[in-house]
């Protein structure tokens, strides 16, 4: 057997390097494309190219004697999902699209068993299909192995603590002082705490899917909230929304809008009905978003209310066609911009999102 030369390993991956990156940028773009036109949620989705010094260290193991053909995650797409239901969903969709190698292709979970608790996530050993090496862009690639692995922001952060070779937890822990027993105690309550997140994220479309219903049968006794509100507007402002002058959006203003619209006096759905009524089209004059629209319908039912009750002080600010608006119908804005002391955007300068906004996380 001729033993390897790992300077001529080295070399024959630094000419290779550049094209394993290609590769794992070109995968990355399939993945990403095909799980947004499919509507799973996920975190993120990132590729690399193995670094040179990490091969070097990897091929110079004694396991490898032909590097170049059995290490295969020179390439490497990670897809991170918010919750393991989602990991399921984007292998279902991922798995199609490429050459499977079922033998080098593990699933971590299932390797611990279930008396065992560590690291946790899917690995696939892949290639491009047939199909789509016979495009003049992919023939570069024909036998070139790729890995994507798919894991929840939860097993990404284990991951990266346990396994990073510069941290402390790599390798194996020492006996003493109960470390390896606390360690074990920390993995469990990771899984745990994922599993837990897993099924709220179930519930919660659940509960959407409720809402939902019920909204659809016209029964609006449902407390408002994001998840409410969004199906009560998706339904009754439709024609505007499809039309794309609504946007589907609190502008990461979901908890102050439903705080707003309770000081207000809305406490469920059937409030709102009562106050926008069938005349949705009064409250539509100018692009907008969910946020920008449940204000309108406030100020423009009564807006000495709005400001008295309801208005917080963080934001001074309304757009000339706004005022114009209200002005025709028969508010009279101009007392209330003089008493509030309002600014009015004449449209000169570049408009400003409220900055309460940015810096509210929104709540499904």
Not at 139 to 161: C, G, M, P, S, Y
Not at 201 to 226: F, G, R
Request: aromatic share 10%; proline share 2%.
């Amino acid at each position: 057997m001729i033993e390897k030369n790992l300077e001529d390993v080295v070399s024959w991956y630094l000419r290779m390097r550049p094209v394993y990156k290609n590769l794992a940028s070109k995968v990355e773009s399939i993945i990403r494309e095909v799980l947004n036109n499919s509507g799973v949620n996920y975190y993120t989705i990132t590729s690399r190219a193995k670094e040179i010094e990490s091969f070097s260290n990897k091929a110079n193991k004694e396991k490898y004697k032909n590097p170049q053909q059995e290490i295969k995650d020179l390439a490497g797409i990670r897809v991170i999902t918010y919750v393991k239901s989602e990991v399921n969903q984007c292998c279902e969709i991922i798995k199609p699209l490429f050459e499977i190698d079922q033998v080098h292709s593990v699933d971590k979970t299932k390797e611990l068993g279930s008396d065992k608790v560590g690291y946790r996530s899917i690995h696939y050993v892949a290639k491009l299909t047939d199909d789509r090496l016979g495009l003049p862009e992919y023939q570069v690639f024909k036998d070139l192995n790729f890995e994507i692995q798919v894991r929840t922001i939860l097993e990404h952060a284990w991951a990266d603590i346990s396994h990073d070779r510069n941290y402390k937890f790599n390798g194996v822990l020492p006996p003493d002082n109960d470390i390896q027993r606390r360690f074990s105690l920390a993995a469990a309550t990771l899984e745990l705490v994922d599993r837990e997140f897993d099924n709220l994220a179930k519930e919660l479309i659940m509960y959407d899917n409720k809402v939902k219903d019920q909204v659809e049968n016209d029964d609006l006794s449902i407390e408002v909230n994001t998840t409410s509100l969004r199906n009560y507007l998706n339904m009754k402002f439709k024609l505007y929304i499809d039309s794309g002058a609504i946007g589907t959006t609190f502008n990461k203003g979901s908890k102050r809008i439903v705080r707003e619209l309770k000081a207000f006096g809305v406490k469920d759905l059937n409030d709102l009905d009562r106050i926008i009524k069938e005349d949705v089209d009064k409250y539509i004059y100018e692009e907008t978003n969910f946020l920008g629209l449940l204000r309108d319908i406030m100020m423009i039912n009564n807006i000495e209310l709005y400001f008295e009750e309801v208005w917080e002080r963080d934001w001074t600010g309304m757009d000339k066609d706004q005022v114009e608006y209200y002005r025709e119908l028969g508010i009279d804005i101009d007392s209330i911009i003089d008493e509030y002391n309002l600014n009015v955007d004449d449209g000169s300068s570049e408009k400003k999102e409220d900055e309460d906004y940015l810096f509210e996380d929104e709540v499904s």
